[in-house]
């Protein structure tokens, strides 16, 4: 094998296991947007009364909105851009149910229905969610 081969080979199999510096500048930056969202998301107390629910989704809508912004303001390397491209369909998903549930609500809808049928239709878009930051190796983001 010629030197140029061995010298393509080993530097192929050392980027395997290395993300390049974008990749790592994407983690770091979504890390950050996503914890501040995280500490403002553990501000927000549970209704005590399900009356109050619509204000409690109101709330919560507001960190995520901000969040889901500034997180489409990041740019994903190429070889990423498809699992954060899922990430941020995932939460937009999630945001427009939030904000379907208030309207219902503010409608005079049963909150303790509407919560349950919220529930059910978050779950696969918090799945696809998880699994996407997951992937992009940004714990922060995932399973809040």
Not at 8 to 29: E, I, K, N, T
Not at 61 to 73: H, T, W
């Amino acid at each position: 094998m010629s030197r140029v081969a061995i010298a393509a080979a080993v530097l192929a199999v050392a980027g395997c296991g290395s993300s390049s510096p974008s990749a790592s500048r994407l983690r770091q930056q979504a890390t950050v947007i996503c914890q501040r969202a995280a500490t403002q998301s553990n501000q927000i107390m549970a209704p005590a009364l399900p009356s109050d629910t619509a204000a409690f989704l109101r709330r919560g809508a507001v960190v995520l909105a901000p969040e889901l912004a500034a997180l489409r303001m990041l740019k994903a390397p190429a070889d990423a851009a498809s699992s954060y491209s899922a990430a941020l369909a995932a939460m937009s998903r999630q945001l427009n149910l939030l904000d379907g549930t208030v309207r219902d609500l503010d409608h005079r809808a049963d909150p303790l229905s509407v919560i349950k049928t919220l529930q059910r239709r978050l779950a696969p878009a918090e799945s696809a969610e998880n699994a996407a930051w997951r992937t992009l190796d940004v714990p922060a983001c995932a399973s809040r």
